[in-house]
């Protein structure tokens, strides 16, 4: 089994800066792709940020240029730095890891329980 922790979610100014993590642990062979997912109230859970295991990114349009995905693979850990968040930007963020837990496991996704993030003066 992996575990997901995430932490620093909460509430932030609009033009702020707010800071996730989201560490990894139990029985992991190896992590592939790590990265966000968010749920906004009444919509979709839609991607954010990932990041491969060889450093290549992935972002949404919408944050392109203010979040920043990163990941410390020593740690199996994930970051998202979010700069300049907007109000459109409160959702439920949840962690994902696309890993897996022996060499001759399939990859399978976990998800991390989800830290709000709430964008308001």
């Known amino acids: 089994q992996v575990q997901l922790v995430e932490s620093g979610g909460g509430l932030v100014q609009p033009g702020g800066s707010l800071r996730l993590s989201c560490a990894a642990s139990?029985?992991?062979?190896?992590?592939?792709?790590m990265g966000w997912y968010r749920q906004a109230p009444g919509k979709q859970r839609e991607l954010v940020a990932v990041i491969s295991s060889g450093g290549i990114t992935n972002y949404a349009d919408s944050v392109k240029g203010r979040f920043t995905v990163s990941r410390d693979n020593a740690k199996n850990t994930v970051y998202l730095q979010m700069n300049s968040p907007k109000s459109e930007d409160t959702a439920v963020y949840y962690c994902?890891?696309?890993?897996?837990?022996?060499?001759?496991?399939?990859?399978?996704?976990?998800w991390g329980q989800g830290t709000q993030v709430t964008v308001s003066s």
């Open positions: 994902n890891v696309a890993g897996r837990t022996s060499w001759i496991s399939q990859v399978r996704d976990y």
């Open positions: 139990g029985s992991i062979f190896s992590i592939n792709v």
